[in-house]
């Protein structure tokens, strides 16, 4: 008890330091309960719906690429802004939100206005790649909430299907990004669908896609057929984390365009495309230290922000 009172003292100096650290035990006295809370509301909903997990690392992904790690994403509407659930890269494409909110619920219950949402958002996003059989990490916790949202930001921020290499490249790079961290983010495609909308220019207008392949899309995607058809990122498995998605670049099968163009004839990433298609651990090991990274981009911390206590609404 000595020992978690010391803590709690030192977290109350933080929290009026300017530029306060997360750190990885940031909740271990405030919020004891907080880790199994958050994996036992992941794995439940994975058990109802296994696309959810992917669903949930997409979510934080789309969170921390606009204006950083901050929750903004969870925000709904209001008289003063636009949030960023109908930016093009989120509208009738986010989903999880639900997820998030009961976990949410729960961790209130348990220790109320401690907890911010945006630290829930990002133990979802590694409890879902574990639970689906991927690479476990050390979270640093301590962000804050936002209190706003934009929709204009996110749809600058979060890199499209149509991308190509050099505008991949100089997207990951404005958020700090290296060139092996976009490779090993892009492998959280081995889980997870997309819609018909993001992948149909690349089956009927690309080279750089195995020909029976395509076919086999455009018979799901035909032109000016349903937008929201969906088709695995991984077509052979989709609910399972693993290194087969890079697998499928070396064959030319990738779904998406932004996907297959890290392994098109670029040194800079086509060797580690290869690589991570023969070194699973590897991959699994690049993978974490990049969620690691992407994780701590323009945290709020100290007394920026708030914890918001619903996590579609500023208190």
């Known amino acids: ?88 890269a989120n509208n009738n494409s986010a989903r999880g939100f639900n997820v998030i909110d009961d976990i949410k619920a729960e961790v209130e219950k348990a220790c109320p206005g401690v907890v911010s949402c945006a630290d829930i958002l990002t133990l979802a996003a590694r409890d879902s790649v574990v639970q689906l059989g991927g690479p476990s990490w050390e979270v640093p916790l301590g962000r804050r909430d936002s209190t706003t949202a934009s929709r204009l930001a996110a749809n600058n921020s979060i890199p499209a299907p149509s991308f190509n290499l050099t505008t991949l490249k100089s997207n990951f790079a404005s958020h700090g990004l290296s060139v092996k961290n976009l490779v090993a983010l892009s492998g959280g495609h081995t889980i997870g669908l997309a819609r018909c909308v993001q992948f149909r220019s690349h089956i009927y207008n690309d080279s750089s896609i195995d020909a029976s392949f395509a076919k086999s899309l455009q018979r799901k995607c035909p032109r000016g057929g349903n937008d929201d058809v969906l088709a695995p990122l991984d077509f052979q498995t989709p609910t399972h984390f ?53 994780s701590r981009i323009k945290p709020l911390t100290g007394t920026k922000g708030q914890i918001r206590i619903n996590c579609r609404k500023v208190n």
């Open 1 to 88: 008890m000595a020992s978690c009172y010391y803590s709690l003292l030192l977290l109350a100096l933080l929290s009026q330091a300017v530029a306060a650290k997360l750190s990885q035990d940031f909740y271990s006295c405030s919020c004891p309960k907080l880790l199994p809370i958050v994996r036992k509301g992941v794995a439940r909903a994975i058990k109802n719906e296994a696309r959810m997990g992917a669903s949930l690392l997409r979510l934080h992904f789309h969170d921390c690429f606009v204006n950083g790690c901050d929750a903004s994403i969870l925000l709904d509407d209001t008289s003063n802004f636009i949030g960023e659930k109908t930016a093009a």
């Open 242 to 294: 693993d290194n087969l998605y890079f697998k499928h670049l070396l064959l030319k099968k990738a779904l998406l365009h932004s996907d297959q163009e890290l392994f098109n004839g670029s040194s800079s990433t086509d060797k580690l495309v290869t690589k991570y298609a023969s070194q699973n651990d590897a991959f699994f090991k690049d993978f974490a230290k990049a969620m690691i990274r992407m």
